[in-house]
């Protein structure tokens, strides 16, 4: 019975040593692996920010290019200028390749690179191929837009249902709509510009567009994508108005409630800010609104602008501070709304309509024609109707659009493969 105890006690004590020994491996199993993981994510991380480095020189090369293009500088220069960017920027002309559509406007930059492994060869993981490709679109110096219609979800985006006229000097008519009648062109004048370019399709055959109406276009950008408005203070004026004949002066300021003037008032507006504060800025029944240097800031409900009524309309915008080149304009998280020029109105614009949130009209026997060096119009939607003549001009060395030389569009992709 003893010699028999004693064995059992040798084989659990062998047991117990294998035990010992099988937790060991086990061990160092899971070392190996969690060393793995930790080595997997180093590198992963390196390789990210590599991708994203490489994916802004890409970027800057592509739009360094399309910068010649929208020059007029030939597709040989575009690419040359992208390669000496690429080569300051220590990218070697093995990894790199430049392409020039001429007939698109469009360089693309495309880098291919051995990603550099740090840990991850002691797993024996192997090199990934970082690539990273950017195309930039010049919508050149001649078809800069300069009358834009940015909601690409409007049924219609820009409406030629006008017997008029509208012209677009040194510049382009575009809608970012991509319906099938983002250009509706059932009136029966006349428009001509640079180019007319409409994101989604065209419909409508009986209204005369030089030169024709492109359909599937690229969206054209937000001039003032990046531009947030200055905020306004306590009311200055509450409900304002004035409808008998004389002039009258004001100032920059917040007027609460709208401002209206009609009756042949002269309306003359000191330099600087003018916010029209929930509620309307009418000018109609003959009055007139002159000022230089002055921006109109829509904000809050109902605030929206009427100019009707044979009122006549000469404004020209700041030259610098935080509404520069802006005349009459709206924050984008304002209210979607109706402005409105129209009944005989006479409109000098010299600046930009930016309201990226209203339907902007012009109808009636309004003018909007005398010589201004630019005027842009930008809204969410663009409607020309009635017997209306609109003239616009995008004069490229005295606009105040950002940028101020060119307008590009920027598409970039990554791809990060094994």
Not at 310 to 332: D, F, N
Not at 361 to 367: H, L, Q, T, V
Request: glycine share 10%; hydrophobic share 40%; charged share 15%.
């Amino acid at each position: 019975m003893s010699s028999e105890n004693n064995y059992t006690k040798r084989a659990v004590n062998s047991f117990r040593g294998s035990e010992a020994g099988s937790t060991t491996t086990l061990f160092a199993v899971s070392l190996v692996a969690v060393f793995g993981v930790m080595a997997l994510a180093v590198d992963y991380a390196a390789w990210m920010n590599r991708t994203s480095d490489l994916q802004a020189t890409a970027d800057a090369a592509a739009l360094a290019g399309v910068a010649r293009l929208a020059a007029s500088e030939g597709g040989e220069s575009a690419a040359q200028f992208a390669q000496t960017y690429l080569q300051a920027k220590k990218i070697a002309p093995s990894n790199s390749n430049v392409t020039v559509n001429n007939g698109a406007a469009t360089v693309t930059v495309t880098i291919t690179e051995t990603g550099r492994r740090y840990l991850s060869p002691v797993i024996g993981l192997d090199a990934p191929t970082i690539k990273v490709v950017a195309e930039a679109v010049a919508q050149g110096k001649a078809a800069r837009p300069c009358i834009i219609a940015l909601d690409p979800a409007a049924p219609i985006g820009i409406d030629f249902s006008l017997a008029g006229s509208v012209t677009a000097i040194d510049c382009a008519i575009w809608s970012n709509s991509t319906s099938a009648t983002s250009f509706d062109l059932n009136g029966s004048g006349t428009a001509s510009s640079d180019r007319n370019c409409a994101v989604g399709g065209v419909s409508g055959n009986t209204f005369a567009i030089t030169p024709d109406a492109e359909p599937n276009c690229r969206p054209a950008v937000d001039p003032f994508l990046s531009w947030m408005p200055p905020a306004s203070a306590i009311c200055d004026q509450s409900n304002f108005q004035k409808l008998d004949n004389g002039p009258v002066t004001l100032t920059p300021g917040v007027y609460c409630g709208g401002l209206k003037v009609g009756g042949a008032t002269e309306l003359f507006l000191e330099p600087g800010v003018y916010f029209i504060q929930d509620g309307p800025l009418k000018v109609n029944a003959g009055a007139s609104i002159t000022g230089t240097g002055v921006t109109i800031l829509l904000t809050g409900i109902d605030s929206h602008a009427d100019f009707l009524g044979s009122a006549s309309v000469h404004l020209s915008a700041p030259m610098s501070g935080p509404t520069e080149g802006l005349v009459i304009a709206a924050g984008r998280e304002e209210p979607i709304l109706d402005t409105k020029v129209g009944g005989g109105v006479e409109m000098d614009i010299e600046g930009t309509v930016y309201l990226p949130t209203h339907n902007l009209s012009y109808g009636g026997n309004s003018e909007s024609i005398l010589p201004s060096s630019y005027t842009f119009l930008v809204a969410k939607t663009i409607k020309f109707h009635g017997g209306s003549t609109v003239v616009v001009r995008g004069d490229p060395e005295t606009a105040q659009v950002p940028p101020k030389n060119k307008d590009v569009v920027m598409q970039g992709t990554v791809h990060l493969t094994r």
